[in-house]
């Protein structure tokens, strides 16, 4: 069993500073976060499709939408670009994400060069996966001995509890798309954020219910933790100035516990320090891979999270949470 995580007090204010009561005042001392080194790039992400997504999720930590071109699609040249860079430095694997990746026409094109080079994970809604793009998709996966997960976004499992977060037939039409992948051999990993309030088993019940009446009979969950950034600041709150990594949090911690310990992400703008931070312009690391090896504060307060939940963006934060549920 995990030891309880230290957590911070409200002795942190919005700057990263301590803040010491001395009788009715309050004292601030600036002091750095603590970092995160990196010593190994095991991982490797892609914003393959920018911030551009077909849905608009009242959840989504990087306010994703049809209009939003912040970050824009990767072409197979960048992607082939930071492939060929991710050789002498040993990366592992490769996660695909956005946006909707499928929303770029270069997606499959992408993932078969990428699968040359290693395992790759998409992280998907299902919503536009027609048959052409699932038959190309069953090709790639049949030609390569690397493993193609695809990771499929569902945050309810009907439509009264999944569309009002992620729009209007989006449960329908990801539930679809499961289906569709299925019958095609993949073993699709339903992640889902946790959006509700209370335990965990109801919803994983509800979702094992529905998922083995569409034809998947031993259903992967990945229960996902809400990340308070972008839309879902709207949609719930925002972070606490509390909601902070400290030094003392620190102590006695595992730092590779944290995705930015080992993984990068890649957008049309350069090397970012992890998919959560993307908006972040102090979370860019530099043009190349070999640019952004260096470690990184825990300033955000979204790395909170990260501490209290491990490498949450990641296929396998915990066994407990990818499991094919009893019958
Ligand atoms: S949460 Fe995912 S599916 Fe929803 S808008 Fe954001 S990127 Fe798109
Ligand atoms: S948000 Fe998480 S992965 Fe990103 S820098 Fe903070 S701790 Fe690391």
């Known amino acids: 069993m995990n030891a309880p995580k230290k957590t911070s007090c409200c002795h942190t204010n919005n700057t990263g500073d301590t803040q010491a009561t001395d009788g009715d005042s309050v004292i601030c001392t600036p002091v750095a976060a603590p970092t995160v080194p990196i010593s190994r790039l095991d991982t490797l992400w892609f914003q393959v499709a920018g911030t551009i997504c077909n849905l608009r999720c009242h959840h989504c930590f990087i306010s994703c939408t049809p209009e939003n071109d912040t970050f824009k699609f ?12 991710s050789v002498p430095l040993g990366v592992k694997e490769f996660y695909f994400t956005g946006g909707e990746p499928f929303a770029n026409p270069g997606m499959c094109d992408i993932l078969a060069e990428t699968v040359q080079y290693g395992p790759a994970t998409i992280l998907t809604n299902a919503t536009l996966l027609r048959q052409k793009t699932l038959d190309r998709l069953k090709a790639i996966n049949d030609s390569t001995p690397h493993t193609i997960e695809i990771r499929v976004s569902i945050d309810g499992y009907s439509p009264e509890l999944n569309d009002p977060i992620r729009g209007e037939g989006s449960f329908e039409s990801a539930m679809t798309g499961v289906e569709n992948l299925v019958a095609r051999g993949f073993l699709p990993i339903i992640t889902i954020t946790r959006t509700w ?5 109801e919803v994983l019940a509800g979702f094992v219910e529905i998922l083995r009446a569409r034809g998947y009979e031993q259903p992967r969950i ?26 003392e949090m620190m102590e006695d911690h595992d730092t590779s516990e944290f995705l930015c310990a080992s993984a990068r992400i890649v957008t049309d703008k350069g090397v970012w320090v992890c998919p959560i931070l993307i908006d972040s312009d102090n979370a860019r690391m530099g043009d190349t891979l070999a640019d952004a090896m260096t470690e990184y504060p825990l300033r955000h307060n979204a790395c909170f999270t990260c501490y209290m939940n491990g490498a949450i963006c990641s296929n396998s934060t915990t066994s407990a949470n990818i499991s094919p549920m009893p019958k």
Not at 78 to 85: K, M, S
Not at 197 to 201: M, R, S
Not at 222 to 247: Q, W
């Open 74 to 85: 990767l072409s197979l040249e960048t992607v082939r670009r930071y492939l060929e860079e």
């Open 197 to 201: 309030c209370g335990k965990d088993d």
């Open 222 to 247: 990945k229960i996902l933790p809400l990340l308070h950034l972008g839309a879902e600041e709207n949609r719930s709150r925002s972070y606490t100035d509390c909601e902070r990594v400290t030094h």
